[in-house]
């Protein structure tokens, strides 16, 4: 990678209207997840007389069960949300095309062993998967729920990625490469994996999108354990606790928290339009 | 009345210049190009990449894609038919029961999930009302003509066929209608040596026995030596020289035609004197000034780069584009 | 068997299977190398004329050990290129090249011309410092006439022309000193004025450099302005219908294929191409190469067809006269 490489890469992000706009939305929750709990101390103590508090200057997304500020325990929930779908789409992505650009390229009894990993894996139903892992390692560190979110979502890229080194490793440009000498390790990951690039980034944002759905759920299930602050439990309080979909004047309870999803899923999908862009060579000169 | 007496040339393209208006630059593929076809005759339109050849053939049939426009010209087809103002039923009549082309690439023409018998049908009856029987057996003396097995043939699907036989089957689709005129966009690139040499045959044989006027388009100057009376060398959307077969391969006056027979390397002829052209292809979107060919030009001068020279018939039905045509050769 | 050809292929055969795979239905085999020798000397160049689909590319690519041949050898200095180890196989290696046909797909798409040139060499060790790679990749660039240099070092092939990147593929090629290259229709897919510019390069490269060239083409006018003082052999349906030396060969063919390919094609000259008949085969299209007919695969549209001998066996290449090898039952004893 070299500095031009970068410059261009973000000439190319923001040529592209939307890409920008999920670029700057994305920005702007990695700055609140970093920055935000800085600033907005967390101040778990009830305060009776603001339960269900509506939106107002002081409290601008309103007060929760216990008249915390909402928009305070968003801010905190940020950090662990994102750290959650990021450990999950990169261990997602890293797993996937390890494992399908060997098999795909290497042929032959590897490409037949790990077939029959992934094939096993993706019998595996997904959620029920992840809901059983979550209730036997309870943890509340993110990172391990990034982990256990990934493990059955990798095959199916796994499984993708295959069939694309199939054809690519018939490629001229491939066959120069293995005329020259070069290893097939190196050819797998500085001949094949460029040329995936756009499909591993775009599989990385949707792996992103849905480990936050997955995530958002087994809080608010109640499988994962209690984290007053991440953005599902506060759905799971919300609806269950409270029965704020019922209850008018408690509405902005769950309606803070879904609106930031959503927003996040937004920002992802606006930004996964420029990831073709800025892989492309053509783009870039 | 003979064909020939009825109408001497069955087009007459005048200083027609086609552009194709992009969104950052415009492109002129064609420019000032005047050329006459005559009747039942047989003409190679030679050309490399970028030399306008396939944009002016399409323009015999009004064909051009957006974003081409006709910028000036006229192409007259029979010595009435103004071709760049026909419009809809009118066009559609002309095309392919006047004038039939075969694209280049035609080998992927076929509809692959239909058989090539009822694709040809569907072509005939669509356009003519004929009772099926009689389509039928039109097809069958064609599909002879181009040494192919009617029957076989016809029950075929084109993943069938090789090559050779797919691109005659679709040189005898195009003659159903009967058209007067017979355009090809490189149809022998494609393919291998013998199958390139019956085709060839094939095209005078259908000369011979149709009076069908053959306009053959090629990068190819060597296969020109056998199908056609008269070449025209294209440059660049221009037309460089025009002459009778035999003088452009014995006797060529335009630096590029002498420049293309020296870097065609083929099997007779002396090893030693191939050349090549000096310089690359031209940059259609910076045509040098003057003449387009002026800077791989053994014999440019500095008019040649100041000046574009006219296209002038340098003796009885031969024109030439180039200052020193006196020179060449 | 002591030899003092660089490479040799002996026997070479090489099958695919086509066909879908059915319940009851095994996919059909059919040989696009069926054995086939030839052997290539040092610093010699033969051109390999066919048609396509006759098995030529598949002959270059298993010549180099890009493809793993069915049944049959191919021995460098000797020695069998499928049992080299360690150094020698790397030695090999390095000295047997590929230049693709497509100058369209023969550059990977995200990789600048530097990286594309410094790979091998890097990979090599040909050269021990970064500095030195790039003073390499810059003398490779100047000789295969891409200047000025500079230039075109940091280019992505979208930036450049199909001449160009042929060059850039000519250059990745040259640049390990191979002793044997494999050309793949390399100007056929290069605009006509061009062709001879890169064959002339080609040929000054390997008068600097002394590699052998197995040069594949269709186009019996460019093998031999390319393998002019050098051998020339045909092949048909997987066959190697004739060997010999470019201007013998194309003067005077013996094998039945190797004349009827000479008149077929063009003739520059309209005088000549009046007068010149094609020779007349008994059926024109060749056959499905899935299911060719028995014994020699010509047979069934050769006009010299021998009822009970051409039908039976599939000829042997033998040695007709002084330096020719004919595969023809018209020859031989």
Known sequence: ?285 | MSLQEQCPNIYDIDNLTVEYVLRTASVKAVTDVSLDISNAGAIGIVGESGSGKTTLALSLLNLIPTPGKIISGKVIFNGDKDVLSLKGEELRQFRWKQVAMVFQGALNSFNPVLRIGEQTLETLMGHETIDKGKALERASVLLKLVRLDPERTMKSFPHELSGGMKQRAMIAMSLLLDPRVLILDEPTTALDVMSQKYILNILSELRKRLGVTIILLTHDLAICAEVVDQIAVMYAGRIMEMAKTEDIFLRPKHPYSLGLMQATPSVFGDVKKYRPIPGSPPDMFNIPKGCPFNPRCQYAIDVCRETNPPLEEISKGRLAACYRWRDVG | MKTNRLLDMRNLTVRFSVGSVGMFRSPKQFSAVDDCSLGVGEGEVVSLVGESGCGKTTFGKTAIGLIKPTSGTVEYQGKDIWKLKGNEYNEFRRNAQIIHQDPYSSLHPVKKVYDVLSAGVRYHRLIPDEKKIKERVIEILGLVGLNPPDYFVNKYPHQLSGGQRQRVSIARAMILNPRFIVADEIVTMIDVSLKIGILNLLKELKGGIGSSFLFITHDFGVARYFAEGGRTAVMYLGNIAEVGKTEELIMDPLHPYTKALLSAVPVPDPILAKERKMIELRRIDPPNPVSPPPGCKFSDRCPFFMEGVCDRKVPELIEAKDGRSVACFLYGK
């Open chain 1, 1 to 285: 990678m070299e500095l031009d490489d970068i410059t261009s890469s973000l000439r190319v992000l923001v040529e592209n209207k939307r890409a920008l706009v999920g670029s700057l939305i994305l920005l702007g929750f990695i700055l609140m997840a970093l920055f935000g709990p800085m600033i907005f101390p967390l101040d778990m103590d009830p305060n009776f007389s603001l339960v269900y508090a509506p939106p107002s200057f002081e409290h601008p997304l309103g007060c929760d069960y216990i008249g915390v500020d909402i928009l305070t325990e968003i801010i905190w929930g940020a950090k662990d949300v994102l750290t959650i779908v990021a450990i999950a789409g990169i261990i997602t992505v890293v797993l996937g095309c390890i494992v399908g650009l060997v098999a795909g390229y290497f042929g032959g009894i590897v490409d037949l062993l790990l077939n029959t990993l992934v094939d096993i894996v993706l019998t595996i139903p997904g959620l029920p998967l992840v809901i059983v892992l979550a209730g036997l390692i309870q943890t509340r560190d993110p990172v391990s729920i990034g982990f256990i979110l990934s493990a059955g979502a990798w095959a199916g890229l796994a499984r993708s990625m295959r069939s694309q080194v199939l054809s690519i490793k018939e490629r001229d440009f491939i066959e120069a490469s293995r005329a020259i000498g070069i290893g097939r390790l190196s050819i797998v990951f500085y001949d094949v994996l460029p040329i995936l690039m756009p499909f591993v980034g775009i599989n990385f944002l949707f792996a992103v999108v849905q480990s936050l759905y997955a995530s958002v759920a087994l809080f608010f299930i109640g499988v994962l354990p209690f984290s007053t602050v991440h953005w599902g439990t506060m759905l799971n309080i919300a609806i269950q606790v409270s029965g704020a979909i019922f209850v008018p004047y408690a509405r902005h309870y769950v309606i803070a928290p879904v609106i930031f999803i959503i927003l996040l899923q937004v920002g992802l999908i606006l930004f996964s339009y420029g990831v073709e862009d800025i892989f492309n060579p053509r783009l870039r000169t």
